[in-house]
């Protein structure tokens, strides 16, 4: 079971990536999926999320109409699509994956993905 996080890199303020979050091991429709960032020193804080059942997708107010979640449910992969670039979206992108199965809770993070915008 894994979740496998990429397309972090350097951009310049104003451009775009596509972060991929890859799951092998269990069904990422079956889970609620959420894109996370971290910057050193502070707490991890929600980007973004999608519910599984419905496709419902919530975003935080700083990343509001930049930021894009979607699915490929033939990959197995959720993606976050992120737009206009700016300094403070530089962090470490974690993806989770939460969701219930049986009466077990489960609970997946990739590894992160580093986001650095810079001029």
């Known amino acids: 079971v894994q979740l496998q996080a990429s397309g972090g890199g350097l951009v310049q303020p104003g451009g775009s990536l596509r972060l991929s979050c890859a799951a092998s091991g269990f069904i990422l429709d079956e889970y609620h999926i959420g894109w996370f960032r971290q910057v050193p020193g502070r707490e991890r804080m929600g980007v973004s999320c999608i519910n599984p059942s419905d496709g419902y997708t919530t975003y935080a107010n700083s990343v509001k109409g930049r930021f894009t979640i979607s699915r490929d449910s033939a990959k197995n992969t959720v993606y976050l699509h992120i737009n206009n670039l700016k300094p403070e979206d530089t962090a470490v992108y974690y993806c989770?994956?939460?969701?219930?199965?049986?009466?077990?809770?489960?609970?997946?993070w990739g590894q992160g993905t580093l986001v650095t915008v810079s001029s």
């Open positions: 989770n994956a939460a969701g219930v199965v049986g009466t077990s809770v489960r609970d997946y």
